[in-house]
């Protein structure tokens, strides 16, 4: 993944709310999941908005998250980003 990706993400939702590496097992109540080579944590809408045209603009995977009930993440993790809107 790029540094470019980072700094996007990082602009789009905050420094505070971006993490790289981050397990999925402790985003899913099966507590199951290897790492997301990104995590975003939005703010609000326009920040949810904002990071899903960073992940287009650089042509990287991305998936949107709940609470992650009833989410299977293989312990192989995710290449890519996963956006939570749990909060």
């Known amino acids: 993944m790029t540094e470019g990706l980072y700094r996007g993400l990082c602009a789009a939702v905050g420094d505070e709310n971006v993490r790289r590496d981050e397990p999925l097992c402790r985003h899913t ?3 199951i999941g290897g790492p997301a080579d990104y995590f975003a944590i939005p ?3 326009a920040s949810l908005k904002r990071a899903v045209r960073v992940c287009r603009e650089e042509n990287i995977p991305f ?3 709940g609470n992650g009930s009833n989410l299977l993440v293989s312990d192989a993790g995710y290449r890519g980003v996963i956006i939570s809107t749990d909060r």
Request: aromatic letters at 12%.
């Open 43 to 45: 703010k609000d809408a």
């Open 63 to 65: 998936c949107c998250i």
């Open 29 to 31: 109540t099966f507590r």
